[in-house]
């Protein structure tokens, strides 16, 4: 049987609902409204979300913070760019390589790197990472080296931005979809149970070495189409996605919006964006105030912005539910 809720609950539950269409509409009508310039942000906050959210399945979920996520955002961006300019693929495989070659790179990398634990396993990734950023910075002949690969061309179905902008929404929400699933299936549990315990994970018959490569690897897979939908939103490509910051980028948007919920990262995503965007339209000193606003954050609500609102929800149900 199912739960029943009560009047509260179901209050909140109705407005949950009407929150829900009332985003989706927006988002609909978002290129009827905005300019190019913020149907672009848009649609590079959409992208962030999706690499956030999958990159919470190992860190809120699994607790295993990775250093080296730009590897598989990277190598997915540079091979949607190399298959576009130098073949004659179909765009659908050319795209589908993407998130292939992330979750392969994730399943190598994974298999040397998960055999560590807690800071021995975030450099290792690092340091994976960083060895191929350091090849693609440098392999000229393939690459372009620090030029990267310019002009990387759109089907023809794909060339205004509004019609980009559907299909990235399309991917993101579909992506987002299956990971909401992932997380609340019995694998989700096992990972959960695992950052909590993993001795008596281990005890309960959980091969653990395999469920955090499985985990990883996902997030590998999520992260290379993440790349290949930014190599196509910029059509271009250069080193910077592989370099170490990236990989630092959804760990603060975890932070920032809560890395023990779902829809934390999301959140923390497109604040982090759009304060980027903000800030430095009006400062070259951009990352000290980002600094600034990111460190109160977490020290002062270290369930961050979206995992403070919903424990105060959650408060405020129980109290009306007690009423």
Not at 114 to 135: I, P
Not at 151 to 176: C, R
Request: hydrophobic share 55%; aromatic share 18%; proline share 4%.
């Amino acid at each position: 049987m199912g739960t029943l809720l009560n009047g509260p609950q179901r209050h909140f539950a109705n407005l949950g609902v009407l929150w829900w269409v009332a985003v989706g509409i927006i988002l609909m009508v978002f290129p009827i409204f905005l300019s190019k310039f913020w149907l672009y942000l848009i649609t590079f906050m959409l992208i962030q979300a999706l690499f956030a959210v999958s990159f919470n399945l190992i860190m809120g979920y699994g607790g295993m913070i990775s250093f080296g996520h730009a590897a598989f955002f990277g190598i997915g961006a540079y091979a949607v760019a190399l298959l576009s300019a130098r073949t004659s693929l179909p765009f659908a495989l050319i795209l589908i390589s993407a998130p292939v070659v992330g979750g392969l790179l994730a399943l190598i990398i994974g298999f040397f790197c998960l055999r560590s634990h807690g800071l021995y396993f975030a450099l290792l990734t690092m340091v994976f990472a960083e060895m191929l950023y350091h090849v693609v910075h440098k392999w000229y002949n393939f690459t372009g080296g620090d030029n990267g690969i310019q002009g990387i061309p759109l089907p023809f179905f794909l060339e205004t931005q509004a019609s980009y902008y559907y299909f990235v929404l399309f991917l993101v929400v579909v992506g987002i979809i299956l990971v909401w699933r992932i997380v609340n299936s019995p694998f989700g549990n096992a990972v959960m149970a695992f950052r909590e315990n993993e001795e008596r994970t281990d005890f309960v018959g959980i091969n653990t070495m395999k469920l955090r490569l499985e985990a990883f690897s996902i997030s590998g897979l999520y992260s290379g189409l993440c790349g290949g939908l930014f190599a196509l939103l910029t059509q271009q490509v250069s080193p910077d996605v592989m370099f170490w910051t990236k990989s630092a980028e959804p760990i603060f948007m975890g932070l920032f919006g809560g890395m023990y919920t779902f829809f934390g990262p999301i959140v923390g995503a497109i604040a982090i964006v759009f304060l980027e965007q903000f800030i430095s339209a009006h400062t070259k000193y951009w990352a000290i105030f980002m600094g600034l606003i990111i460190l109160p954050v977490v020290l002062f609500l270290p369930e961050g912005l979206y995992g403070t609102f919903e424990r105060r929800i959650k408060a405020m149900i129980r109290r009306r539910g007690e009423i």
